[in-house]
């Protein structure tokens, strides 16, 4: 009787090939600018092969959101137990991000290419780890009694993300500690204030 042989599982994925692609994509951003980084210019750098590159990315326009915009292999800063002391760091860690030059050189070229709402889903799944992990931290001070429920977490998170990337590309780290400081009070005092000014928006109308 003939046995047949079970199927063989695919190859599975290299992730010393992904990250080393979006290192080099990070790299040639910086050095050459947006129009430059191509995919076969990333192939070379990263040692890897273009097949390689299109069966983990789309595009090149997806693999340049990613290495933008993505944690970078990163782990998302842990809870420290105080909201503002949280909001600080996350509002330094998204500046550090965006006054990179890879990210100065990427979004606006970005911002030009990617004008379609498969672009526009492709950023949204980029960021959705990042987006949940913010929740949470809100999430965390509500369970503390820190801050009241109701607050408006994805709301904020626009704030902070537009906020320190507008800041990052056109100003770098410039005044970095007082800027800091400055936006991650006044994300507090939104958070802090979120029932309340919904209280008086209600009574309004």
Same mark, same amino acid.
């Given at each position: ?11 599975? %994925? ?25 995919? =076969? ?16 990315? +789309? ?24 909201? %503002? ?22 979004? +606006? ?9 498969? =672009? ?23 369970? %503390? ?61």
């Amino acid at each position: 009787m003939k046995h047949e042989n079970p199927p063989r599982a695919g190859r599975p %994925r290299d992730l010393s090939k992904d990250e080393a692609t979006l290192v080099a994509t990070r790299r040639l951003l910086a050095e050459v600018g947006y129009q430059q980084t191509t995919v =076969a210019a990333i192939a070379r750098m990263a040692g890897v092969n273009t097949p390689a590159i299109y069966r983990r990315w +789309p595009t090149r326009e997806a693999l340049i959101e990613e290495a933008v915009h993505g944690t970078g292999g990163h782990p998302l800063p842990e809870e420290s137990g105080d909201l %503002r002391t949280d909001l600080a760091t996350w509002v330094r860690i998204f500046l550090v991000r965006a006054a990179r030059p890879a990210a100065r050189a990427g979004v +606006p070229g970005l911002l030009a290419d990617s004008q379609t709402q498969e =672009a526009r889903q492709r950023l949204l799944a980029i960021g959705a780890p990042v987006r949940k992990a913010f929740q949470e931290l809100l999430d965390g001070a509500v369970a %503390r009694g820190e801050i009241a429920a109701g607050v408006n977490a994805m709301f904020l998170f626009d704030l902070l993300s537009g906020t320190t990337t507008m800041r990052g590309l056109t100003r770098g780290v410039e005044d970095e500690e007082d800027f800091v400081d400055a936006l991650a009070g006044s994300l507090y005092v939104l958070a802090a204030h979120a029932t309340e000014a919904a209280d008086i928006k209600s009574v309004r109308r």
